[in-house]
């Protein structure tokens, strides 16, 4: 089953898809976050995209291609993926259709995430992530036991560039920019398609996306 996980950033993609990937059992292809990955280990593609990544701008498709054609091929993706950011652009959806019918699969479900932009602004600049293990706090929601340190190593925390509010105002412009177009074709498709409004609890958008799910007989 493919599966696209589609809204702005801080819509809450991470924490819905780590769901949707413990239901189905099939893994979350995350771009940005492989991207990421890829510049703090230095690699070759890592430097081909910092610049962008680092502008929050969008990383040119051939390049995006690539990646994805290569998370498609892995093992452990042999019975679907769920997609977290990617596509992005009119563009990256023709191309990933392109993708999965060379396997002769296509996109079964697309689920949009919704939230206001002011709530995404308060949302991801109290968000801090500890530099050496990789755990994600937020001041508001989830904040670490002492201060700014990380629960699991202790590290001080930090804010990632693209958590500053400034930042953040530019990846929603671009967002709407970008994937105004896509959204409507996306609504055109004939596939199941699912909107979820996470401006409340998690628990409370788990709880509406479980009951989605079980109704379009994806889950029991
Ligand atoms: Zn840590």
Not at 17 to 30: C, E, M, N, Y
Not at 87 to 116: F, V
Not at 164 to 186: G, N, S
Request: net charge negative; with cysteine; proline share 5%.
């Amino acid at each position: 089953m493919y599966i696209v996980l589609f809204g702005p950033p801080g819509a809450g993609k991470g924490t819905y898809g780590r769901k949707l990937s413990q239901w189905l059992g099939i893994p979350v292809v995350a771009t940005g976050d492989m991207l990421r990955a890829a510049i703090e280990e230095g690699t070759q593609l890592g430097e081909r995209v910092k610049k962008y990544v680092y502008a929050g701008e969008l990383v040119p498709d051939e390049i995006m291609r690539e990646v994805v054609k290569q998370a498609l091929d892995s093992e452990t993706a042999k019975n679907g993926v769920i997609f977290d950011g990617f596509p992005r652009t009119l563009q990256q959806a023709k191309m990933l259709e392109e993708l999965l019918s060379e396997k002769g699969a296509h996109i079964d479900l697309i689920i949009e995430l919704d939230a206001s932009d002011d709530v995404i602004i308060e949302r991801l600049s109290s968000r801090r992530v500890c530099p050496k293990c990789g755990a994600v706090y937020n001041l508001r929601t989830n904040p670490p036991k002492d201060d700014s340190k990380c629960d699991v190593c202790g590290t001080p925390l930090v804010q990632r560039d693209d958590d500053k509010p400034e930042t953040i105002k530019f990846r929603l412009d671009v967002y709407h920019k970008q994937t105004a177009p896509l959204l409507e074709y996306f609504r055109q498709q004939p596939v199941d398609y699912l909107v979820l409004n996470t401006e409340g609890t998690i628990e409370e958008g788990e709880k509406k996306l479980r009951e989605e799910l079980v109704n379009l007989g994806i889950l029991r």
